[in-house]
């Protein structure tokens, strides 16, 4: 089963506005971390945050964990056309060599 | 920089049709996997390598077989194709099983529908 959740499963907002996607998981994890999937692309990482770590900032990404509620959210801010894409959750929960769990992903569109 | 290639980028196949998708990395790294991705599914973790000659199941490994005889590379062998295994296949790979650096990098995908 899938270890991430993710809310809402679709988003649409206009350009300039702030997009936020969230995700819940249900084991501890070591780290979590957010990727971008462009329409017919592999993924592409984008910010992880280590389980010790309550929010973490990259150009206008930002990204918040709480760990007792097994829970992390990614806000998009001044969003642009070209951040349409879906993005993903996953969770590394410190076993088997480090491998990831993904959640089934928020669609984000972005209108001009 | 290739980073992960993945070929063949699109296939159709017939049901019970056998066919191997390859995956090849040129950055050193010990890890690599294979996820598929159906619609509402997200991705699931087929097969992982922790390093050559080391391999192991993940979510969803019935139907798919894998080896990993160098670092470079990590094919992943349908045996008997079902309709079921219609999906998009990823392969990624990341430098190793260190936690603080678990970034995994992706090919960009492989196409599959079987008929």
């Known amino acids: 089963s899938q270890q991430g959740e993710e809310d809402p499963q679709a988003l649409s907002i206009q350009e300039g506005e702030n997009a936020t996607m969230n995700c819940s998981y249900k084991?501890?994890?070591?780290?979590l971390q957010w990727y971008r999937q462009n329409s017919g692309r592999g993924l592409v990482h984008l910010i992880l945050?280590?389980?010790?770590?309550r929010e973490k900032h990259s150009g206008r990404l930002r990204v918040t964990l709480d760990t007792s509620k097994k829970s992390s959210s990614l806000l998009i801010t001044a969003s642009r056309a070209a951040d349409t894409a879906s993005y993903f959750c996953?969770?590394?929960?410190?076993?088997?060599?480090?491998?990831?769990?993904f959640g089934q992903g928020t669609e984000l569109s972005v209108k001009p | 920089n290739a980073g992960v290639t993945q070929t063949p980028k699109f296939q159709v196949l017939k049901t019970g049709q056998s066919m191997t998708l390859q995956c090849a990395q040129d950055m050193n790294h010990e890890y690599m996997s294979w996820y598929r991705q159906d619609p509402g599914m997200g991705l699931r973790l087929i097969h992982y390598?922790?390093?050559?000659?080391?391999?192991d199941q993940g979510e969803v490994p019935n139907g798919y077989n894998v080896s990993r005889s160098t670092t470079e590379d990590f094919p992943l062998r349908l045996l008997s194709a079902a309709p079921s295994q219609t999906s998009v296949y990823f392969c990624a790979s990341k430098a190793g099983t260190l936690r603080a650096k678990n970034i995994q990098y992706f090919g960009a995908g492989t196409r599959l529908s079987v008929l």
């Open positions: 390598s922790v390093g050559a000659g080391i391999t």
């Open positions: 084991t501890s994890i070591n780290n």
């Open positions: 996953a969770t590394d929960a410190g076993n088997q060599g480090g491998k990831l769990i």
């Open positions: 945050i280590r389980s010790n770590e």
